[in-house]
């Protein structure tokens, strides 16, 4: 059973960097693709970013290119997501998820998620 804890959320000023964690544990996670989503009030979940379970391979949602940024490290069972240059749109709770293939792609699901952190950003 996948356990999936994030991390590393708070209320920052746009313009601003946060890094969030997820602590990954139990089942193949070191094996699996692993994403990142994000869900505004409002709006539904959005996907943000994910990545291989080698790190070869990332992918990104068009409105966080270029500032966010995905990053595992499967020795110590974390996934990151670096947060730069922050905007007011970026606001929202932020879900770490475990995916169904060892690669993103348009097929793989989710299987596993965390209890997502809230990131507020103010203008």
């Known amino acids: 059973q996948v356990q999936l804890v994030e991390s590393g959320g708070g209320l920052v000023q746009a313009g601003a960097s946060l890094r969030l964690s997820c602590k990954a544990s139990?089942?193949?996670?070191?094996?699996?693709?692993m994403g990142w989503h994000r869900q505004s009030s409002g709006k539904t979940r959005e996907f943000i970013a994910a990545i291989s379970w080698d790190r070869s391979r990332t992918q990104y949602a068009n409105s966080v290119k270029g500032r966010f940024t995905i990053d595992r490290d499967n020795a110590k069972g974390m996934v990151y997501l670096q947060m730069n240059r922050l905007e007011p749109g970026d606001t929202g709770v932020y879900y770490c998820?475990?995916?169904?293939?060892?690669?993103?792609?348009?097929?793989?699901?989710?299987?596993?998620w965390g209890q997502g952190t809230q990131v507020t950003v103010s203008s």
């Open positions: 998820a475990a995916g169904s293939a060892r690669a993103p792609s348009t097929y793989m699901q989710y299987v596993a």
């Open positions: 139990g089942g193949t996670v070191s094996s699996q693709a």
